[in-house]
T-cell receptor
Framework: DAKTTQPTSMDCAEGRAANLPCNHS???????VYWYRQIHSQGPQYIIH???NNETNEMASLIITEDRKSSTLILPHATLRDTAVYYC??????????????FGQGTTLQVKP | DAGITQSPRHKVTETGTPVTLRCHQT?????MYWYRQDPGHGLRLIHY???????DKGEVSDGYSVSRSKTEDFLLTLESATSSQTSVYFC????????????FGPGTRLTVT
């Protein structure tokens, strides 16, 4: 599985877009990019995932570069409740999967008033 | 979110005593997972289950055993608790292993004195 690199921490002003980068330069063609977040003292929460195309759901947008070596998670209008640790995970998705997630250290996003 | 509960939510126990943590889900998800979370280590997979009576080891399985006699319940047992097992334990489920979209429980904080 490809290794991911994320900044340790980031700040964002409330109401502004939060752009969280992830580098996965060794990603292979059949690996998906997943994003999770963990708000303090809670269990992790799935946000979004993608393979090649940009994806959007009610929580966030995922922008994957054309060479797939990096991606950006975008929270369009960050609120104080979005303060959390954000994890970028790259995994192969196939029928024999056991679904084991491997979490790195993630990015601590602090949304400030 | 899948209805996932964990019990107990908090527990303090003494070194050498057996401890069992319970994860219960109401969504009929096939896959279930136990993770532990420690400062500086992030989330690490302990054991997982891909069906009733079907379990396998994760990356930090030493000192832990699991059982799954029903789809809805996944038990994690520390046969003889040690101080190094002081941690926050999270249970997760997924509909199928093919997807890495997992739903996490609220966690159990275990302290071994």
């Amino acid at each position: 599985d490809a290794k991911t690199t994320q900044p340790t921490s980031m700040d964002c002003a409330e109401g502004r877009a939060a752009n969280l980068p992830c580098n996965h330069s060794t990603i292979s063609g059949n690996e998906y990019v997943y994003w999770y977040r963990q708000i303090h003292s809670q269990g992790p929460q799935y946000i979004i995932h993608g393979l090649k195309n940009n994806e959007t759901n009610e929580m966030a947008s995922l922008i994957i570069t054309e060479d797939r070596k990096s991606s950006t998670l975008i929270l369009p209008h960050a609120t104080l409740r979005d303060t959390a640790v954000y994890y970028c995970i790259v995994r192969v998705v196939r029928s024999s999967n056991t679904g084991k997630l491997i979490f790195g250290q993630g990015t601590t996003l602090q949304v400030k008033p | 979110d899948a209805g996932i509960t964990q019990s107990p939510r908090h527990k303090v126990t003494e070194t050498g005593t057996p401890v069992t943590l319970r994860c219960h889900q109401t969504e009929n998800h096939r896959y279930m997972y136990w993770y532990r979370q420690d400062p500086g280590h992030g989330l690490r997979l302990i054991h997982y289950s891909y069906g009733v009576k079907d379990t396998d080891k994760g990356e930090v399985s030493d000192g832990y055993s699991v059982s799954r006699s029903k789809t809805e319940d996944f038990l994690l047992t520390l046969e003889s608790a040690t101080s190094s097992q002081t941690s926050v334990y999270f249970c997760a489920t997924s509909v199928q292993g093919v997807s890495y979209e997992q739903y996490f429980g609220p966690g159990t904080r275990l302290t071994v004195t």
